[in-house]
Nanobody
Framework: QVQLVESGGGLVQAGGSLSLSCAAS????????MAWFRQAPGKEREFVAA????????SYADSVKGRFAISRDRAGNTLYLQMNSLKPDDTAVYYC????????????????WGQGTSVTVSS
């Protein structure tokens, strides 16, 4: 059974940093695209960042470019998101996703999802 489990969310002041992790199990993830999405209250789920295969090409939403960094471990089973210079607009539930896709910004392209971890950025 495939599982994605996020951790690392919490409350932080604006300008601060948080690091999210996503532990993947149940299959090999080294050849699969992994990504982070987020959903703020009352808004649609939006793309944050993606990484294709281990150490592969990364993509970022314009809103987080230069502040967030996505990475994965060598085995490809743990996904990370380092978030710096956080803003109140970054407040959301952050979801880890995995899928066989090149359309990395489209949520429906991902087969596997975690339950999410909440990030709150206070002003």
């Amino acid at each position: 059974q495939v599982q994605l489990v996020e951790s690392g969310g919490g409350l932080v002041q604006a300008g601060g940093s948080l690091s999210l992790s996503c532990a993947a199990s149940g299959r090999s993830f080294d050849t699969i695209t992994m990504a982070w999405f987020r959903q703020a209250p009352g808004k649609e789920r939006e793309f944050v960042a993606a990484i294709r295969r281990t150490g592969g090409v990364t993509s970022y939403a314009d809103s987080v470019k230069g502040r967030f960094a996505i990475s994965r471990d060598r085995a490809g089973n743990t996904l990370y998101l380092q978030m710096n210079s956080l803003k109140p607009d970054d407040t959301a539930v952050y979801y880890c996703a995995a899928g066989f896709t090149t359309k990395v910004v489209v949520p429906t392209e991902y087969e596997y999802w975690g339950q999410g971890t909440s990030v709150t950025v206070s002003s």
